[in-house]
């Protein structure tokens, strides 16, 4: 769990440094501590990300870096980060929603695609 807002950008921040130089896997590993999916499941999606990797470099290209896009809390209890990895051809976006049921902030849910009308909507 985390004690902060500033603390889940924190982690998500250190994510991306990890996507921005294709290790993914390692961005990945970071956030395992702070998921609340069962780690059976946490390796299941680890494996099939690795597999997916490839097909994703060839179709977009060469990673370019990240960029931090938004934070929108909604109330007190949700907060949910948005950054992207840029490619060569395309951009992949990543979301994070944090949850604070008790003081401390859990990461709840993450995705990341290849869906970037969603910015424009």
Same mark, same amino acid.
Not at 35 to 42: A, R, Y
């Given at each position: 769990?985390?004690?902060?807002?500033?603390?889940?950008?924190?982690l998500t921040d250190q994510i991306m440094t990890k996507?921005? &130089?294709?290790? *993914?896997?390692?961005?990945?590993?970071?956030?395992?501590?702070?998921? $609340?999916?069962?780690?059976s499941e946490f390796n299941v999606m680890l494996e099939q990300t690795k597999l997916q990797l490839p097909v994703i470099q060839g179709r977009f290209g060469k990673i370019l870096? &990240?960029?931090? *896009?938004?934070?929108?809390?909604?109330?007190?209890?949700?907060?949910? $980060?948005?950054?992207?990895q840029k490619f060569e051809k395309h951009v992949m976006s990543w979301k994070f929603i944090f949850y604070c049921p008790n003081g401390k902030w859990i990461l709840n849910t993450f995705n990341f695609d290849d869906n970037i009308r969603s910015f424009f909507e």
């Amino acid at each position: 769990m985390l004690n902060s807002k500033e603390a889940a950008r924190n982690l998500t921040d250190q994510i991306m440094t990890k996507v921005a &130089t294709g290790d *993914i896997e390692g961005g990945l590993l970071l956030m395992k501590p702070y998921v $609340i999916i069962p780690e059976s499941e946490f390796n299941v999606m680890l494996e099939q990300t690795k597999l997916q990797l490839p097909v994703i470099q060839g179709r977009f290209g060469k990673i370019l870096g &990240t960029e931090f *896009i938004s934070e929108k809390a909604v109330g007190k209890s949700m907060l949910q $980060i948005t950054q992207i990895q840029k490619f060569e051809k395309h951009v992949m976006s990543w979301k994070f929603i944090f949850y604070c049921p008790n003081g401390k902030w859990i990461l709840n849910t993450f995705n990341f695609d290849d869906n970037i009308r969603s910015f424009f909507e």
